[in-house]
């Protein structure tokens, strides 16, 4: 008698063919973009230790902890590959020419999950420009992104603007707020709540959760704002970002919005698609943190493809049967095609059984 698996703990899951087959090819798909692009992968561990994963992450406390029996410091599993990038930009490449083009993919874990995203294990892809933050570097990473999810099959995109440090902008210089009222107000625009800002007495600020929306009218009604020109090169870098971005591109703005972009500076965005619920990834403009003090303003996005693959995106697998006996030079050539084989290993093999979508036959490829 077989002992009974245990059931794998909540949020992990096994993932096999097809969608296994897709998460690779859809991997293979958008790092090939980024190649083509002059970004040059790097590949950082899966554990660091727990105080360099933190700090760095901003004092993050959410991650998967353990001792390490060699060391017997306390390691952490990454939760987000981007800080190990910043890592190893202020680091091993500290002396390469800015701007440094990176993008990496892996695997992060997370200590817990959502509603919208229940797994805890998730794959993640990623580019970074380090040493910009300059308009240039948030509109080539924008068009980056969108270009990445096309490779993959993607259509019906979306793609959503925010100003992260808008507000804090705004309390600096046209309508001043002090520390805690500045909180309050962030938090009544995160709700969209117009009667929760008239009780806090900050009118002014009203015309931002009608400034939320498609992105032609949104910034329209953000120009309109009466911000004294504080608002001017925002505006202006958003226009720039938007320009060169195909029709087919859905652009929404929501200049308030902060979830998701806690460590963003004067830009940021999401992705989302036709067909799935939650976004696809994010991106925007951030400074790194290096450790004599001092940061460098970079520019980068995330994607996380694990809903593509087992949404179907991705390429199709062409399986062709090979009978006893057949011919193996129109085998391998059929393979250098792009074909995969599946080979007889006895003449009871049933090419339907086996998932085969055609069988060779006279040296060719036959549906089945």
């Known amino acids: 008698m077989s002992d009974t698996p245990e059931l794998l703990p909540v949020g992990f899951r096994d993932r096999l063919a097809p969608v296994a087959e897709r998460g690779a090819a859809i991997e293979r798909a958008v790092l090939g973009v980024l190649a083509s692009h002059g970004y040059d992968r790097v590949d950082p561990p899966l554990a660091e230790t727990e105080r360099a994963l933190s700090q760095r992450g901003g004092n993050r406390t959410d991650h998967l902890r353990f001792t390490d029996p060699i060391s017997q410091r306390t390691l952490a599993l990454r939760t987000d590959m981007t800080t190990q990038i910043g890592r190893i930009a202020a680091s091993r490449l500290a002396d390469a020419p800015r701007p440094l083009r990176l993008c990496y993919a892996g695997q992060v874990l997370r200590l817990r999950s959502g509603q919208l995203r229940p797994e805890r294990q998730m794959t993640q892809i990623g580019a970074e420009i380090i040493g910009s933050d300059e308009v240039a570097a948030a509109r080539e990473v924008v068009s980056l992104a969108i270009e990445a999810l096309q490779s993959a099959g993607v259509t ?133 943190r290096q450790a004599d003090g001092g940061s460098e303003p970079a520019t980068g996005f995330s994607l996380y493809p694990d809903a593509l693959a087992e949404a179907g995106n991705g390429e199709s697998a062409r399986r062709l049967f090979l009978p006893i006996g057949h011919d193996g030079a129109a085998s391998a050539k059929l393979r250098s095609e792009g074909w995969r084989t599946v080979a007889a290993l006895s003449d009871v093999d049933d090419a339907n059984a086996l998932g085969c979508t055609h069988r060779l036959e006279n040296g060719a490829a036959q549906p089945l």
């Not at 992105?215 to 720039?240: F, N, P, Q, V, W």
């Not at 698609?273 to 925007?284: F, W």
Request: proline letters at 5%; charged letters at 25%; hydrophobic letters at 45%.
């Open 156 to 288: 019906g995109i979306t793609v959503d603007f925010t100003l992260p440090d808008l507000v804090d902008r705004l309390a600096e210089t046209r309508y001043p707020l002090d520390g805690a009222k500045l909180e309050a107000v962030k938090a009544e625009l995160d709700s969209k709540d117009a009667g929760g800002l008239a009780a806090l007495g900050a009118q002014d600020y009203l015309p931002l959760i009608a400034a939320a929306g498609p992105y032609h009218d949104a910034l329209t009604k953000l120009e309109a704002l009466d911000a004294g020109g504080a608002l001017a090169s925002r505006i202006e870098g958003l226009r720039a970002i938007a320009l060169p971005i195909a029709d087919d591109i859905r652009l929404t703005l929501d200049p308030t919005e902060r979830h998701g972009f806690e460590y963003q500076s004067w830009f940021g965005f999401t992705l989302y698609a036709d067909g799935h619920v939650a976004s696809l990834g994010r991106g925007g403009t951030y400074m790194l």
